[in-house]
């Protein structure tokens, strides 16, 4: 069902007005304004194939962070990235597990609201758990979200992630865990957009197994309220280690055939879970900002 056109005028216009300032948002502020990422989730309730998580310093790729912060320690370190970098417009939690695998990610926006009401709010998360926190997502002043859908078909899903864990901690495997996880994305989606939470969705290109579905992905998720698109070539590592990267003209013939229905952000940069600086500017306060190291396990469940 498409959203009404009033709802939708009213999003697209919030969507204008916040991508002037939000760097993964709009091209502009990509190479303008700054964004933190906090990384306090380290729990993650699916695994994808092409994931490999760990704690170090040097790679530059989603899943990957030096350190896990506390809740209060992320404020504190909002602070100080502020004062060493002016240009920071957004607050972003994007792992290095699911932000809503546990209540880490919300607890730390609750009080990023009420300390830096100025800075704008970016969830990102694989949807398992969205339709379920919407509500609180938005009471914890969240006005932007990615959810990562890598595909709508569970056929084509069940080959790109390894298993779901369920709310009854539940291991789903191949077509009922991603079945589980495809219903699960959708109808959060359109829940927290109907809320007034704008959406991007992240979708990673695997060749020779979402290269030609992530056009439906596209069409599926404008229908619930997404507004804007990200593809991100894959990193072949994992279970995955054995494919090629995306070519260049793979990527620009699956950005031109989902652009067909949603806006595709071109300018990701791959970002680590504690990322922090203007990322068009190539520019990374990481060193300056964080001052300590720890080595930690990941969970699922």
Same mark, same amino acid.
């Given at each position: 069902?498409?959203?009404?056109?009033? @709802?939708?005028?009213?999003?697209?216009?919030?969507?204008?007005?916040?991508?002037?300032?939000?760097?993964?948002?709009?091209?502009?502020?990509?190479?303008?304004? %700054?964004?933190?990422?906090?990384?306090?989730?380290?729990?993650?309730?699916?695994?994808?194939?092409?994931?490999?998580? /760990?704690? @170090?310093?040097?790679?530059?790729?989603? /899943?990957?962070?030096?350190?896990l912060l506390k809740p209060e320690e992320a404020v504190k370190t909002?602070?100080?990235? *502020?004062?060493?970098?002016?240009?920071?417009?957004?607050?972003?939690? &994007? /792992?290095? /597990?699911?932000?809503?695998? $546990?209540?880490?990610?919300?607890?730390?926006?609750?009080?990023?609201?009420?300390?830096?009401?100025?800075?704008?709010?970016?969830?990102?998360? @694989? %949807?398992?758990?969205? !339709?379920?926190? &919407?509500?609180?997502?938005?009471?914890?002043?969240?006005?932007?979200?990615?959810? $990562?859908?890598?595909?709508?078909?569970?056929?084509?899903?069940?080959?790109?992630?390894?298993?779901?864990?369920?709310?009854?901690?539940?291991?789903?495997?191949? =077509?009922?865990?991603?079945?589980?996880?495809?219903?699960?994305?959708?109808? %959060? =989606?359109?829940?927290?957009?109907?809320?007034?939470?704008?959406?991007?969705?992240?979708?990673?290109?695997?060749?020779?197994?979402?290269?030609?579905?992530?056009?439906?992905?596209?069409?599926? $998720?404008?229908?619930?309220?997404?507004?804007?698109?990200?593809?991100?070539?894959l990193i072949p590592q994992n279970e995955l280690s054995h494919l090629?990267?995306?070519?260049? !003209?793979? *990527?620009?013939?699956?950005?031109?055939?989902?652009?067909?229905?949603?806006?595709?952000?071109?300018?990701?940069?791959?970002?680590?879970?504690?990322?922090?600086?203007?990322?068009?500017? @190539?520019?990374?306060?990481? %060193?300056?900002?964080?001052?300590?190291?720890?080595?930690?396990?990941?969970?699922?469940?």
């Amino acid at each position: 069902m498409k959203e009404p056109k009033n @709802n939708r005028h009213h999003k697209d216009e919030k969507f204008k007005h916040l991508a002037k300032t939000h760097p993964c948002l709009g091209g502009e502020a990509h190479f303008k304004y %700054g964004r933190i990422h906090l990384p306090v989730s380290p729990e993650c309730n699916i695994q994808c194939k092409f994931c490999k998580r /760990g704690f @170090n310093k040097s790679e530059v790729r989603p /899943g990957v962070s030096s350190l896990l912060l506390k809740p209060e320690e992320a404020v504190k370190t909002v602070q100080k990235a *502020l004062e060493l970098c002016p240009e920071i417009r957004v607050a972003g939690i &994007a /792992g290095p /597990g699911d932000t809503l695998a $546990t209540d880490l990610a919300l607890e730390t926006f609750e009080l990023i609201k009420k300390e830096f009401p100025h800075l704008v709010n970016c969830l990102s998360t @694989n %949807g398992l758990r969205l !339709e379920e926190k &919407a509500e609180r997502i938005v009471k914890a002043g969240v006005q932007t979200l990615t959810v $990562t859908v890598n595909a709508v078909d569970p056929e084509i899903l069940k080959d790109i992630c390894s298993f779901v864990i369920d709310e009854n901690g539940n291991k789903l495997e191949g =077509i009922e865990g991603a079945k589980k996880l495809i219903d699960a994305q959708l109808r %959060g =989606i359109k829940k927290i957009s109907e809320l007034g939470v704008i959406v991007k969705i992240n979708s990673v290109l695997v060749p020779g197994i979402n290269d030609k579905h992530i056009k439906e992905v596209a069409r599926v $998720t404008k229908e619930l309220g997404a507004s804007i698109l990200n593809i991100i070539p894959l990193i072949p590592q994992n279970e995955l280690s054995h494919l090629n990267a995306p070519t260049c !003209e793979m *990527l620009e013939r699956v950005r031109q055939e989902a652009g067909e229905y949603l806006d595709v952000f071109r300018h990701c940069k791959y970002c680590r879970a504690d990322a922090c600086g203007v990322p068009g500017k @190539n520019q990374d306060i990481h %060193g300056l900002l964080y001052d300590k190291e720890v080595v930690e396990t990941f969970s699922h469940g």
